[in-house]
Each structure stands twice: as C-alpha cells, then as structure tokens.
C-alpha cells in the first residue's frame, strides 16, 4: 500500500472559478484577459504536472530528508530535476505580477495552484511558495537596480528565495531581533547573526539563493520599527550579473523535524555576509509584511493541499477496502459504506471544500483590494484564511488516518505523512495565536467591529437568495446559517465589550477566529448551494456538493455556537 | 532541549481517592482494608518508579524502536533491565487481583498506576497493559492446569502476555478470522494462521511470552460464534514447568510505525503452534472481552498519561521561555503569561483533569458492578472512557506542540513524540466507532435510555450539591452543566428517536459518545468544585482546581451543545 496517485481537484475550481459567486471571478479580475474556462485549463495543466512530477517524489522526500554533507544541503533524490521541469514548464513565472515580467495570473487562479503543489508535495511546494512571496515583496519595494538582478532570477525560477525572520531569541515577537547590519563604505551592508527555521536556506536545486533578511542598524530605533529588510544572497552577483564568490552565510544545521522532511529547514550563520538594503531604513517590516501575507495566504492553500491529499488517500483506502465475510453475507461491502467510515470521509471533503472555496474568495479579495475595493475586508480575511483552515487541517488529517485503522498508523501506508507534514502549518508564518491577535487587535476592536458587520451583511445577502429557493437543503442551510450569523454577531458584541480589557479579548482571540472561520465555511457551502440550485437538473456532482453542504450544516457549523459561549467568557481568572 | 522529568500526579490521585467523589472511595472498595492515603503512598511510590526508570527511556524507545534480527525482535536499551526492576519491585503482581495470587488493588488505584506507567513511558507500557489484561481474562476463565502453568508465570512477571485478534483480513470484524485451530490427540490444538498488529508480540526482556489466540476450529459456525481462545506460548513448556522447544510461531515482520516505536508491534505466524483450549469451545469471546474490557479502560489511563506527560513538557517551556526584550520593556515575560499560552495550557491541564477524573470513577464502577453493584452502567462507561479520552488526547498533546512554536515540530524537543505516541490510541482496542457503536447499539438503544438515565439522574445530584454552595464558580458550573444535562437529554431523545432506523443512529454515533465524554468530564469538574468548596479555607491548589473548572466549563463542555445538534440530524442522506 501507498499513497494513490494525485487527483487535482479541478472539478471543484471550475465551479468556483464560474459559478459559486455568482460570476466569472476569473473574468473580472483579468479584466476579460481570460475566462473561468481559460482559468481551469491552466489548473487541470498544473494538476498533470503535479501529478506526474511532484506527486511520486512526496514519499521519497519524506523517508530521505534534507541533508547537510560538508555546509551544503542535499535534497532527496529527484527533487533537483523536478525543480527544473517546474521551471521549465513555466510555473514560477506563472507566479509573479506583470510589473515583474510574470503571467500576471489572477490570485483566485495562483490560489488553485498553490493548492495543487501543495496536495501534490507540500515539501516541494515550500520552495515555490517562498519564491512567490519574495517575488511580491520585491515588486513592492525593491529599487530598479535590486529588480534587475535579483528579482528577474527569481521570476525566471534560476534562483529561489527564503524568508529571515526568526532568531533564537526572538520568533514570534520580531521586536527581539539582534541580527546587526553595518554600513560599507560601498553602499552594501555588513550582515552578522544567527537566523533559525530558514525554510529552503540551502539546497541544491538551483544556482543560487536570495535570502530576504530582517535586521537591525546601528544607532536604529529598539524594537520591530528598528528593523530594516535586505537582501543577501548565498552567492554573490557579479556587476555583470555572473555569479562571483560564495556570500559569508553558513548553513550551521539542519533540522529533523516532525513532517516535511523534504523541506530543508535550516539554522544559517550570517558572518559579515554582504547584504542590499531594501526599501527604506528602518522600514523593513512594511516589505517583510508583503512577503508575509501572501505567506499566510499561501498556508491556507497549503493547508487545503495536504488535507485534500489526505483525503484522496482515506477515500481510495475505504472504497477498496473490503470486509470480510460477515455471518453469512457472502462478501462484505467496502468500508466506506460504514455509517461512521462515511462521517468521516464527508466531514473532511465537507472542510476541504470549505476551505478549497475560502482560499479562491480571499484571493479574489486581495486582488479587489489592489484595485481600489474593499482593503479592510481583504486583510481581514488574511488570518481567518490562514489560521483556521490550518487548525482544521489537523482534523482532517487526523481523520485520513482513523479511516485507515490500524493501517494508518504504519508509515508504509503513506497516509501518517500528510498529519506529520500538517502538523507545523499552524506554526510557521506566524502561529494561530499571532493570527488571531491580528484580527483581534487590528481588525475587530480597532474599528468596532466594521468589518465583521460588512462580512454579516454579506452573508444576509445569501440567505436572502437561499430563502428565495424551494429546496430542503437550501431550506436547512439557511435555517443553520441564519442561526449561526446570529450567534456571530452575539459573539463579536461580546468581544467589543473587552475592548477595555485586552485580556479578556486576547484570551478567546483563537475561538474567536475559529468561529468566523466555521462560518466562513459555512457560507462558502451557502454560497454553493445557491449556485448548484441554479441548474435546471441536478447531476451526480451537484447532489454531491448539496449532501457536503447539508453534512458541513449539521456537523461543523454548530461549533459556531459552542465557541461563541467561549468568547463571552472571556479569560478565565 | 529534551522531556523534562516525569512528574507523577500524586496531588491528583490524593483527591480523587479521598474526597472528590464524596468519601474514600478506596476503602469502599476496598472493605477498609486500605484507605485514599494507602493508596496515595502506593501511587507515590510508583511514581518515583516511573521517574527514574521509565521516564528517561522514553525517548530512547522512540529513536531506536523495536527491531527484528535473526527472527528475535530485540528492544531499545535499557527495556530489558527496566522490565527486571519493574517485576522486581512487584508492579505486575499488583495489577493482578487476589484470587490470581496478585495484590488485589482497587480499580481505582490500578486507574492511577495505569495512568503513570503510560504517562512515563506508553510503549513500555504496553507490556504491563496486555500482561495485566491477560491475567485478568485467564483468571476469570482458565482451567486450573492452564492457571498453574500460565497465570502464576505471568502473575510474578516472569513472562508477558499478548492479544492475538487481528489479521490481514480481519479487524473490526472478528467474524472474518480464518486461523485455524486443529484438535491433536493429547488434548492440544495445532494453530495454522497469521496474526497481525500484535502488541509486544516479541521481545527479548522476559523469557517467555503467553499469546492469547482467537481462532476457528474444524466445523465450527461461521462468524464470531465459532471463535474459540487458545493459549499459546513462545517457548513450549514441558510438564515439569521447565521451558522447552520454540513453539511453531515465527515473528515475520516488526512494523515501523508513527509512534510508540519502543512497542514492538509484530506479524506472527504460526505453522502448526501447539496451543491450549481456554473456557468453553466457541465460546472464545467471553474470555477475550474480559482482556478486552481491561485493555479499554488501559487505553483511558495512556490516553491521560500521554496527554499529562505532553501538558507537563509544554508548561515547563512556558514558565522558563522568557520573551526577549521588547520595546524598552527590559525583560519580557514567561510565555506562559501570554494569554494565549494560558488559555492552550488551561485547556489541556482542565481536559486531563477530566480525563483521570473519569478514568477512577470508571475503573471504580467496575469494581463495584464486580461486587454486585450497577453493572449497566458500569459497561456504560467503559467505550465512553476509551473513545471520548483518546480522542481528546489527540488535541492535548497537539496544544502540547503549539505552545512549543517551531520548537515543537523539531524531533529533538522530544514533545513530538507524545503526539506522535497517541495518534494510535483511537485506533486500537477497538476505534472510536467501535466504541461509538457499542455505546449506541448495546448501552443506549438496548434499554432505550436506560442507563442514559440513571446517569443523568446522578448528575442532577451533583447539580444540587453546587447550587446549595454559595460561590461564583459553583454558581457558574451549575448553570452551565444544567444546560449541559438538559442538551443531552434532547440528544438522547433525538437518538433513541432512531431506533427503528440504525444507519441514522450509527452516522452520529461518535458525536454522540463525545457528547457522552464532554459532560461526564464536566461533571467531573463539577464533583471537584463541590469537594473543594468544603474546605474551610481555599490554598492555591484549591484556586486552581475551580479555576480548572470554570474554564473547562467555558471552554469544552460548551461541544456538547454543538454535537447534539450535529445528533439530532441523524445520517445526511
């Protein structure tokens, strides 16, 4: 038994891409440039490619890891040329904006394919997602001359990129950083310290690196507005844009992690390395954060992948796996026929399609907001994104394996795996604490809860259309999500009232993010249901997406009340 | 940075023993023969076994893991010397109850040491929990010849006893087994079958090992009423009692599994094995529930060890990570200060409070069914303590990681490991939907409620008890387990409502049971808010035992709202 070959999900992005807002999403954020068909053709291209290159190597990449020989990382066997055909094949470029000589791919469409190299091996997937976000921050806030040599190898995939936060002392609060850059007298900078959790911070698999690092300044304010950003990379650059001598950056260690063997995670030792500044002095979290949002985005699709591929795995287990004679009955039927085996596989698809759609809203949402919409509901959803559907991927995977029995629990099936790679995408690109303190803090209680309003009035514009509709589930769906808006709005009146004590909202910032999440969710499958009861006959694949509604109505979205009760409690003295 | 040492929960046991069910709960069982303070010094004196020689092989275990050489699986150091101490110091006689020639502990009391061996070290665990269960199922059904030669050996611990249920085509459904068990003309049956997932199956710390084997025998009904039970030892034993000839059973395999790699968890064949007929021909399961209801209970016990020991590492983290200097602040607090951090740290500690509260109410109803008493409920509790407490332990040891940050995805933090180590606790001994199932099926729809009931009833006891206290806290759990008890007196109503349809009864079955779990865990918390209201003064210890409460009470048993809604829709067609 192994992990079963991937099975892309276009199915599901065509219908979010067309149908399941209302519109073509894709054909509004081109400007007509290209059309939800368009859209789903470059997924299903993606979904091959995912599937023939990047699938088989997830297995290999997790039993061979990320090794460190002689200061130089080797990668598991084959992931140097998968690397290249994914270069090749274009999708790097397919990445980047325009302004940066990319595709210039609506982000509803870049949310499919950060799905997909993600479900297909998540490990792999890290390098790509680390090479877009690097990609966006330089295009916001590199100088022409930063553009040229640095940001033209990323957008043509010759080199990759890394994110350099964390330090021993400080990870979630940047503030500690003691990473030192000092002036040269040619207008570079020296680099000295110690960065830890550099996810893809060396490797083989492309010429060269560029580290995107956050540090401090002589003389520069304490704290997270003393931080200013540069760019190091592990080879220097000639003037003439050849690669010169290796850069002072030393690759002291390797971690040996829970999952995502594959995905080099390294401890890296600036020694007077040469680094750019980027942007402006002291201003280096305003580009970090760039990086670090399209990060967070990028976790929701890595979370949907993994737990799609999860999935896939628990679903062709039960379809196959056959019970034993049973008094009597001359065969058994398969597993997945069991009440409880069918709970389970419904309550992941049901999140997964929650989640899958949340990541294409919330990307289309970012786009919106680059063109002059609604940035406060953008951001907004930033952190729902990222944090719940990370938590929820625990579950999800976790289930994978309870679909297994005890198969699951051995390595060889494949299935462990998924929950192992999972496990760190609550952590990384800030925890779900730090999420839901940024939605908490910055985008609940600092403007009295306007945006959670703008989100509910939404949402009362679907159930308007549900209610307008003759159908059971419609019917059940609206009952369930009116109910739970209600709650909602309880529970953010509950934690308005906390503004005066940040205790008390930071203490139920997570349950508080979990609940929008679920209702998110739940909204989603409204959403869904509207569009699926729009078709004058329903085929198999529409009466799926009811009973997923139906399922994600009496099973998930009754948590929404269970954490509201939470929420109102406050912190508990 | 690695496990911190073990630290046994004795204060726990003290309160549990003594006053928090209302009296001495271990000198009713036990007749006055001891008392809760006996058995505090007993739990104690485990403990400090547990710490010093169990504990620090734990993550021996999981980094060198059980191996297969030679047909002779060999365990990771030091778990053969360890296995001496343990025997030495009479820990496997005091499982056994007096009639078997043990010490005849109260249930209780084995619920605490259970709890302990786990907590210290699961997979080292395993031995005790399947030997332990073995001397009970023999002592209920073997023959004196076979007591004599089997049961006084495992009794003094100098062989260890196994489970044989599983084959490859044969798990939840016992009926599909197909090894076959040959009658020979001196009494003996010759076992031809292959057996998979069995715990502790070899090993190289005792010098014999006692298989309890589930097989067919020639024309025998079809299904699980034609199993009959066979002993079947490693080394055959000759009629003097000395050890003779390897027995025909061949250790094909060692699996590598996600967690608890110091189990050896193995793959037997046996080829003709020479094994022993226990209790009555076909009636091969009585006996094996008895091993299996003790090995259920077991799992309650690791599920709360694991969950303690992961809860232990985490808040060891957060009291000695100091955040670094932030804004002018010169020092930054511990993490465990962080309101997030508190809230992870609070939900696992008042989850595990729960989780040991049940597991000695459990254990102790079943000694008190066993001296006449309610056998029903009693039975009753027995899926709930296993399916609700795993499953939660899943969670618990998941916060354990979160309150880590990166830390807690890499391997050495040695945190990993519990989550790792408890993934397999819903698995095995029957999954959550096995549990779920004989809840539902046998426990609930049986006497339509019955038991439910009579539960409840004790409950709204409880409920009396808190509303006579004059205190904010018990005024607060009051209202909330009232509201509790009501919700799943609706839930019971809507699931016994399908009676006549099973397939709804059994798609909510594990809802059902966790909504079981969660209100019995509030309850719980509730009989220790009472007991701590007695005292005529509050000590910090008290403080923290209602603080326990009242967040268990604002934070988890608000699911149980959330799940009887997800009951009350049955199957989603």
Redesign the interface.
């Known amino acids: 038994m192994a992990t079963p070959p991937y099975q892309p999900p276009v199915a599901d992005y065509t219908f979010l891409f067309g149908e399941a807002f209302g519109l073509d999403l894709v054909a509004r954020a081109s400007d007509g440039e290209l059309t939800a068909m368009d859209a789903t053709e470059i997924v299903a291209g993606a979904g091959e490619f995912a599937a023939s290159v990047l699938a088989p190597l997830e297995a290999v990449g997790d039993r061979e890891g990320a090794r460190l020989e002689d200061g130089q990382v080797r990668l598991p066997t084959g992931f140097a040329d998968a690397y290249r055909a994914f270069v090749d094949a274009g999708w790097i470029t397919a990445e980047a904006p325009v302004s940066a000589g990319g595709d210039g791919l609506p982000g509803a469409v870049r949310a499919g394919l950060g799905e997909i190299w993600n479900g297909s091996n998540a490990a792999f997937a890290l390098c790509w997602l680390l090479t877009a976000g690097q990609i966006h921050a330089l295009d916001a806030t590199a100088s022409d001359d930063l553009r040229e040599t640095y940001l033209t190898k990323l957008v043509s995939g010759e080199w990759t990129g890394t994110m350099n936060l964390?330090e021993p002392?400080?990870?979630?609060?940047l503030?500690?950083i003691r990473t030192m850059a000092t002036p040269r007298d040619d207008g570079s900078w020296a680099i000295r310290g110690q960065k830890?959790?550099i996810t893809w911070g060396d490797h083989d698999v492309a010429e060269n690196i560029v580290h995107l690092v956050l540090a401090r300044t002589p003389g520069a304010p304490?704290?997270?507005r003393g931080l200013s950003l540069f760019v190091a990379p592990k080879v220097l650059v000639n003037p003439d844009g050849s690669l010169g001598e290796r850069n002072a950056i030393t690759t002291v260690a390797v971690?040996?992690?829970?999952?995502i063997h594959g995905s080099p995670t390294c401890v890296l030792a600036y020694e007077d390395a040469t680094g750019y500044l980027v942007g402006d002095l002291h201003g280096g979290l305003a580009g970090m954060f760039v990086m670090m949002n399209s990060a967070r985005a990028g976790m929701g699709f890595q979370a949907t992948g993994i737990s799609d591929r999860a999935y896939q795995q628990a679903a062709t287990y039960a379809a196959e796996r056959v019970?034993?004679?049973?008094?009597?009955r001359p065969a058994?039927a398969p597993v997945a026929e069991?009440?409880?085996?069918?709970?389970l596989l419904?309550s992941m698809s049901s999140k997964i399609f929650a989640m899958r759609a949340l990541g294409v809203y919330a990307a289309d949402l970012l786009d919106r907001a680059d063109a002059g919409g609604d940035a406060a509901l953008a951001e907004f959803f930033v952190p729902i994104l990222k944090g719940w559907t990370t938590e929820d991927a625990?579950q999800v995977t976790?289930d994978a394996?309870?679909v297994h029995?005890?198969m699951?629990?051995?390595?060889?099936t494949g299935v462990?795996q998924h929950?192992?790679d999972a496990?760190?995408t609550?952590?990384?690109e800030g925890?779900?604490?730090i999420q839901?303190?940024d939605l908490v803090g910055r985008k609940v209680l600092r403007n009295g809860g306007a945006t959670v309003d703008a989100l509910l009035a939404q949402i009362d514009e679907t159930l308007a259309q549900l209610r307008g509709v003759d159908h059971p589930v419609a019917a059940r769906t609206a009952d369930r999500l009116d109910r739970a808006v209600a709650t909602t709005r309880r529970a953010t009146a509950d934690l308005l009232a906390f503004a005066s004590s940040p205790?008390d909202a930071?203490?139920?910032?997570?349950?508080y993010l979990m609940l929008l999440g679920t209702l998110a969710g739940g909204w989603m499958h409204a959403l869904a249901v509207v569009a699926v009861l729009r078709h004058e006959t329903l085929d198999e694949g529409d009466a799926a997406r009811l009973?997923s509604a139906?399922?994600y109505g009496?099973?998930h979205l009754?948590?929404?009340?269970?954490?509201a009760?939470?929420v109102a409690?406050g912190?508990?003295?």
């Open positions: 964390t002392a400080a990870g979630t609060d503030g500690a830890i959790f304490d704290g997270a971690e040996h992690k829970l999952g019970q034993g004679p049973v008094q009597g058994g069991h009440p409880d085996v069918r709970r419904l625990q976790s394996i309870q029995g005890g699951g629990f051995i390595e060889e462990a929950y192992r496990r760190i609550t952590i990384y925890t779900t604490a839901s303190n205790r930071y203490a139920v910032s997570v349950p009973t139906d399922f009496s099973h009754p948590r929404v009340h269970a954490l009760d939470t409690g912190e508990i003295a």
